[in-house]
């Protein structure tokens, strides 16, 4: 059974380009969430997806950052226009959604670095 | 909403000693604990969780007590091995929000 895939794990980009960033769930899971990581701190909640729907998306910035998680593929992480502070470790994790606080299950990350 | 505050930072110990690290949080309401693992380079790992209908969970070398009076939480690995090394992280949720809040980490390093 395979886990949380997340690719590509190193990403590099220059300033004013986009990132994008994928997610696959682990087998069974519907529901998917989006964290950011800076360095020696803790995970930072970005945005909570259900497919074809984002249930919460108070961590995300309003400006360059949209994500989805469509019926069909990876639920997408994407990021415009990119800046040297979106440098991080970005992680995501999924849940089966049996409802109440579930157990969350985190993929390898995707390294980001903007030059 | 919720705050999760996590001690101490860094931890040092000898092989085969116990090494205790703690956590506090706010929402009265949270009532699943998680604890993760992430060894460097990788993504946090699942180690040990606990709701809040039980007081101790345990599982070989690793135990997690909630004390939901004073609200705190505590992970006790014990017989510490050198690669118990990595950054534990422990998170609160439940309650109004099934999004966990995440403390700082400890960085726990065992030394041979």
């Known amino acids: 059974n395979a886990g949380v895939m997340q690719n590509p794990r190193h990403l590099v980009r220059r300033r004013g380009q986009e990132a994008r960033l994928r997610c696959s769930p682990m087998k069974g899971h519907s529901h998917v969430y989006w964290y950011r990581q800076l360095p020696e701190e803790g995970l930072k909640f970005m945005v909570y997806?259900?497919?074809?729907?984002?249930?919460?998306e108070s961590g995300m910035p309003k400006e360059r950052f949209s994500a989805e998680f469509p019926k069909e593929g990876p639920s997408i992480l994407r990021i415009q226009q990119v800046v040297r502070g979106d440098s991080a470790a970005y992680f995501c994790?999924?849940?089966?959604?049996?409802?109440?606080?579930?157990?969350?299950?985190f993929g390898p990350g995707t390294r980001l670095t903007v030059l | 909403g919720e705050n999760v505050e996590q001690h101490p930072s860094t931890l040092s110990v000898q092989e085969g000693d116990s090494a205790v690290i703690k956590c506090t949080y706010s929402?009265?309401?949270?009532?699943?604990f998680p604890w993760y693992k992430q060894e460097l380079g990788k993504g946090p790992q699942l180690i040990i969780d606990?709701?809040?209908?039980?007081g101790e969970k345990k599982d070989q070398r690793i135990a997690v007590t909630l004390n939901k009076t004073a609200k705190h939480f505590s992970l006790h690995i014990t017989e510490t091995q050198p690669e118990d090394s990595a950054v534990y992280f422990c998170a609160a949720s439940g309650g109004g929000s099934y999004i966990p809040t995440f403390g700082r980490g400890t960085s726990l390093i065992v030394h041979p």
């Open positions: 929402d009265s309401a949270s009532n699943y």
């Open positions: 606990i709701r809040s209908n039980v």
């Open positions: 994790a999924s849940s089966p959604g049996t409802g109440g606080a579930d157990t969350q299950y």
């Open positions: 997806l259900q497919k074809e729907n984002i249930i919460d």
